[in-house]
């Protein structure tokens, strides 16, 4: 959202964001105590930001007209919508490629792939490549948790390591995802691609998953070799995942790219068996439900912001900000510090992406950080959180498949992609190695469009 000059600094404005934040933190915390294992995730954060938002109206100055007003043109500004649109559609291609076999075809094909005496790395690999295909850590913790703790069990490995690979697995692909909430939270916050954001943080990523393979080689060995297996998997139902993955990174329209892979996969079900065409719709219509939550959130959020922000409180948090920030090398420690402490209150990534991107953008025009950099620091910081949090719905559903074997605290030490990926991402902050596609294709920072080679 750009600043309007008349706006005044007024730090009061904030309170009704902060609200949503304790609210959604201490309702949270309180369930965790009280022995809910997923406390953070049976309350609602849609509620919380309705909470924030009647604050807002009650405590920021105005006609209540005009404060509606600004209210419901935040709820549509156009990256908020087209953000709303992208999750819905990545819902559905997630569904039907989940229910005509999908999922497992890749987690058997990999399976059957991976040397025995691999395993270890072989579930990192293959909860990466879920995770990228998939758009969902938690999906692939799920999807591969029985699996992996199986192996672990078999082959004499330490269970901690095994949770803590899946993790770290699940983690690279949802960072890089073209299809991840997480991806599409930070790109349309930040007025970029998906593809660019993509190329972006591969850079940082790919350092961080080899000194994890490594890593998982020398320390991940098993005391006792799994005999070779042959899963049952279809080449077909990997395609949509394939495709999709590919014609993002090309940069073909992401909208197309969704629409695409769902009707791609709905004709692999279609023709497979897996479901007739009535089946089908029902299907597509259950993945737009399924995104209900994070669309409903994104758009409030959207409206809270604007809200704020015409109160004066963005305009109040950027001149404190400014007093700290330096330049651009700060100004990227800001914004991934801001989402890291967004993470750890909210225990949901996507959702620190969504109240920490607004700011960020600001940020980055002040201080002509390339929103390509921005987007990417977001969802990297926000992986990085994520995936270390012991109350982190990724964490906590591993762990599950355990029986009480591991806790979230013994498997946290163990964490060598979160640690190797805050290493390189913190890294790129003062050695910019992972510039080069940005040097390549420079922004206009004016415009926010890509400058005309010709002039």
Not at 79 to 103: D, E, H, P, Q
Not at 133 to 146: E, I, M, N, Q, Y
Not at 160 to 188: E, K, Q, V, Y
Not at 347 to 354: F, L
Request: glycine share 10%; with cysteine; proline share 4%.
């Amino acid at each position: 959202m750009k600043k309007d000059s008349n706006i005044k600094p007024n730090g009061l404005a904030l309170i009704p964001f902060l609200i949503f934040i304790v609210t959604y933190l201490g309702v949270g915390l309180s369930l965790t105590l009280s022995g809910e294992e997923m406390g953070f995730y049976q309350f609602k954060a849609p509620i919380a930001v309705v909470i924030g938002i009647i604050f807002a109206f009650i405590l920021i100055k105005g006609k209540m007209d005009d404060k509606f007003d600004i209210f419901v043109r935040g709820c549509g500004e156009e990256n908020i919508i087209i953000m709303c649109i992208i999750y819905i559609l990545a819902g559905a291609f997630s569904t039907v490629t989940a229910s005509m076999g999908g999922v497992e075809s890749t987690v058997n094909l990999g399976l059957t792939i991976i040397p025995p005496q691999l395993i270890t790395v072989g579930i990192f690999v293959i909860a990466s490549f879920l995770a990228l295909a998939t758009g969902t850590s938690v999906g692939t913790v799920v999807a591969l948790g029985p699996i992996a703790v199986g192996f672990a069990e078999k082959a004499g490995l330490a269970m901690p390591l095994i949770i803590a690979t899946l993790i770290g697995g699940s983690m690279f692909g949802d960072n890089l995802s073209i299809i991840s909430d997480t991806t599409i939270a930070a790109t349309r916050t930040q007025g970029v691609e998906q593809s660019d954001k993509f190329k972006t943080n591969i850079m940082m990523a790919i350092p961080a998953f080899i000194v994890t393979v490594v890593l998982l080689v020398i320390f991940g060995k098993p005391e006792v070799v799994p005999e070779a297996q042959v899963y049952e998997y279809s080449i077909m139902k990997v395609v949509p995942y394939l495709f999709v993955l590919i014609t993002a990174i090309m940069g073909v329209n992401v909208f197309v790219v969704l629409t695409m892979g769902t009707l791609l996969a709905g004709a692999i079900g279609l023709v497979g068996g897996s479901f007739n065409p009535m089946e089908f719709s029902n299907l597509v219509y259950d993945g737009f439900n399924g995104m209900f939550e994070i669309f409903l959130l994104s758009l409030l959020t959207g409206g809270l912001a604007a809200l704020v922000t015409y109160g004066g409180g963005l305009e109040w948090l950027m001149n404190k900000i400014k007093g700290l920030i330096k330049g651009a090398k700060s100004a990227q420690i800001g914004i991934a510090v801001m989402t890291l402490l967004a993470d750890f209150a909210t225990a949901n990534n996507t959702v620190a992406i969504i109240i920490a991107g607004p700011i960020a953008r600001n940020i980055s025009e002040e201080y002509q950080v390339d929103p390509r950099r921005t987007a990417s620091l977001l969802d990297s910081f926000g992986s990085i959180a994520q995936g270390f949090i012991p109350y982190g719905a990724q964490l906590l559903m591993a762990v599950q498949f355990t029986n009480g074997a591991v806790t979230p605290f013994q498997v946290i030490p163990l964490l060598w992609y979160q640690f190797a990926l805050a290493f390189f991402a913190i890294l790129s902050i003062f050695v910019p190695f992972a510039n080069g596609y940005i040097n390549k294709n420079p922004w206009d920072f004016e415009k926010w469009t890509v400058k005309d080679k010709a002039k």
